[in-house]
């Protein structure tokens, strides 16, 4: 969530925060905080709404869903429609939960990959129609991807993908030491052993072993150069892979990225 704090110069002691005006950016859908050893209650009454302030806020809500403005076609725009509405409609709550919290979604068949020996590669099927045919096309990835729920379900659709990429792989491997300049710090070089930096495994940080092949799909997680579009969350196609470079391709432009 952002914040923007504006101060008009009079001093207002007996307003909230003094007068000074804070606009917050955010969605009430995002996962709630993690608070270590607390339960439902405690997390829930750690969210701002359910602040002393609260009754101070004025709520402003979009009214218009930019994503439907993205076809000009009528059939599009409903079918678009329909399905952000259901999106929003899980967000919303409105079906009721049982005791624990959870609540049955209905999940339209058009959804679904129904009864398959073979789930994951039912799924990158529907996703990648023709995979080996259509990998060099750029905006064949540019316009598909697949989500997962957790960590071990992403490395396991990424290997897969990756074996059906023809060629030979190379491996990168990151960094497994502390840095000097902070053994004075409180915590301990030694704890920081090779085998548990190795396996650090955590949302926003690569693991410490990478496996590219040429023409597989891969992703930026730090911005590098914002105006050449090479920011979080930037897609690109593996070209080339050096002993301590990658060369890729984002979308129609090619850049050079350091490992």
């Known amino acids: ?22 606009v917050l950016d955010g969605d009430f859908r995002q996962i ?31 009214t218009t869903i930019m994503c439907l403005c993205a076809s000009i ?18 967000g919303d709550g409105i079906w009721s939960a049982n005791e624990s919290g959870e609540i049955n979604v209905p999940i339209s068949d058009e959804l679904l990959i129904k009864d398959s020996s073979d789930p994951l590669r039912s799924l990158v099927d529907f996703v990648y129609p023709d995979f080996l045919q259509n990998m060099k096309i750029l905006d064949f990835f540019q316009e598909r991807g697949i989500l997962a729920p957790t960590l071990d379900a992403i490395v396991h659709v ?3 993908l990756l074996s059906l990429v ?7 491997i990151n960094s497994d030491s502390v840095c ?13 052993t090779t085998k548990f930096l190795n396996n650090i495994k955590f949302s926003g940080i690569p693991n410490h072993k990478l496996r590219f092949k040429v023409w597989c799909p891969i992703m930026l997680m730090r911005k ?4 050449a579009g090479l920011c979080n969350g930037t897609r690109l196609i593996v070209t080339n892979l050096g002993k301590n470079f990658i060369s890729a391709t984002v979308i129609t432009k090619k850049m050079l990225v350091k490992n």
């Open 32 to 62: 709630l905080s993690a608070i270590r050893k607390k339960c439902r209650h405690d997390i829930l009454a750690s969210s701002i709404n359910s602040s002393k302030l609260w009754s101070h806020c004025k709520v402003l809500t979009l």
């Open 158 to 160: 990424n290997e897969f």
């Open 166 to 172: 023809p060629g030979d792989e190379k491996e990168y």
């Open 1 to 22: 969530m952002h914040d923007i704090m504006c101060y008009d110069g009079v001093d207002n002691t007996d307003e909230p925060l003094g007068g000074v005006f804070v």
């Open 224 to 227: 590098i150069d914002q105006l």
């Open 73 to 90: 076609i009528r059939a599009d725009q409903d079918e678009i429609s329909k399905f952000v509405n259901w999106i929003l409609s899980i």
């Open 180 to 192: 000097k300049s902070e053994e004075n710090s409180e915590v301990q070089s030694e704890w920081f």
